[in-house]
């Protein structure tokens, strides 16, 4: 039996205590030092503290993030940091490529930023469509919102997305930066539109334009007579070659004989009628618009027109136009209820928009078609989707 006052045994036990205590010490101060330097890196001071991030910061500082009415400011990791706690820690971790980017300049420059710029607010859009948005939800919330009280777009589009289960970043990707250029990603999805065109099976009789088309009236003609516009629902007659003889039905406006509408009373454009092309347009039937007093012609003309133009899924036109429409228009608000306005009210709605983004004219031709065909006064009317 050992003796309890045996010198050696107590040195031990202080030994272990004097141990047990350092160790609490030194756990503390890892613990709070590592909290510290979280903290310290996560704030805005820190995040801008880099040469690559003036840009974004002056992007910030002209947004309602960081001054508004309510005097309330998001700083960076309101936005860009997970709260939960492995989140967190992933994202700190993940942000050393950061640091190895400004030591290698590669956004060093105006130029070279803009270049990466919508490959990194992809990825910033990819990971808050993963998340649900988490960290925007940790301020806002459906729950808390007073629709009611707020602005008639967004009294519009909330109960929508509260439908329809959206997440935030789906309708406010340009709500604390400017939108980068999207006309490469425009241009990537116009691209694969024209492979599936091109996919398109020699028996399909119903078909759609994937873009503004020439059209003539022989088959073996170099001269068009006349465009037929993006979406422009067509039937096949017969085959030749790499063209096709389709027949187009539309509406002709008394009085103007130059174009054909895709709905009557609705200024839709479907066919650009060249002098030659009028002469062959076959009038079906007329009416009068009750509340204008307008006389209508329901008409139709058989063209040629280039096979490689044409698909017979509108649907995959559609959802490129839906992509442009949001990747475009959400720098200034959420994105707009398809169904907000009427056929004719949307022309005037996307000129007034159209300066703001990077669409070409060609795009804008189609995005108004899209818009247009759904609508409030449209049959096909439906919501927005991202």
């Known amino acids: 039996m050992k003796n309890s006052n045996d010198p050696s045994a ?11 205590i350092i160790g609490i010490i030194l756990g503390a101060v890892l613990l709070g030092g590592s909290a510290y330097v979280m903290h310290k890196t996560s704030d805005t001071a ?25 005097g309330i400011r998001a700083e960076c990791s309101d936005c860009h940091v997970p709260h939960q706690p492995v989140d967190y820690l992933l994202t700190k971790v993940a942000a050393l490529k950061d640091v190895y980017g400004e030591m290698t300049g590669k956004i060093d420059t105006p130029e070279k930023y803009n270049a990466h710029k919508l490959e990194m607010a992809q990825k910033v859009w990819k990971e808050f469509e993963a998340n649900n948005s988490a960290t925007c939800r940790s301020c806002h919330s459906f729950d808390a919102m007073d629709i009611v009280a707020q602005k ?6 909330h109960p929508v997305a509260i439908k329809e289960g959206q997440t935030c970043i789906s309708c406010h990707k340009g709500v604390a930066h400017i939108l980068p250029d999207m006309s490469s990603l425009a241009a990537a999805s116009a691209s694969e539109l024209s492979d599936a065109a091109a996919k398109t099976p020699e028996s399909a009789t119903k078909l759609y334009t994937i873009g503004t088309q020439p059209f003539y009236l022989q088959p073996g003609e170099q001269h068009n007579a006349g465009n ?21 039905t539309g509406w002709q406006q008394d009085g103007v004989n130059e174009v054909l509408y895709a709905a009557e009373g609705k200024r839709i454009l479907s066919v650009l009628l060249g ?6 347009l076959k009038t079906q039937s007329s009416v009068t618009d ?15 027109v280039a096979k490689n133009q044409l698909i017979d899924d509108q649907e995959k036109i559609w959802q490129y136009a839906s992509t442009m429409m949001s990747t475009n228009c959400t720098g200034c608000h959420g994105l707009t209820a398809l169904d907000r306005f009427n056929a004719n009210q949307w022309i005037g709605v996307v000129k007034g928009m159209a300066p703001r983004t990077s669409l070409t004219e060609e795009q804008l031709r189609l995005l108004t078609q899209y818009v247009q065909k759904h609508a409030s006064d449209m049959q096909s009317a439906q919501p927005a989707k991202s």
Not at 152 to 157: F, G, L, S, T
Not at 239 to 246: A, C, H, P, Q, T
């Open 10 to 20: 107590k040195r031990r036990k202080w030994s272990v205590l004097w141990i047990l």
């Open 46 to 70: 820190f995040c801008v503290s880099c040469h690559t991030m003036q840009q974004p910061l002056a992007e910030y500082q002209g947004s309602v993030h960081f001054q508004n009415t309510k």
């Open 152 to 157: 008639p777009e967004a009294r519009i589009q």
């Open 228 to 248: 037929l516009m993006p979406s422009t629902e067509v039937s096949v007659v017969k085959r030749d070659g790499d063209r096709v003889l389709v027949n187009v």
């Open 275 to 280: 002098d030659e092309a009028r002469t062959s």
């Open 290 to 304: 009750p509340e204008t007093g307008l006389v209508w012609h329901q008409a139709a003309i058989q063209v040629w």
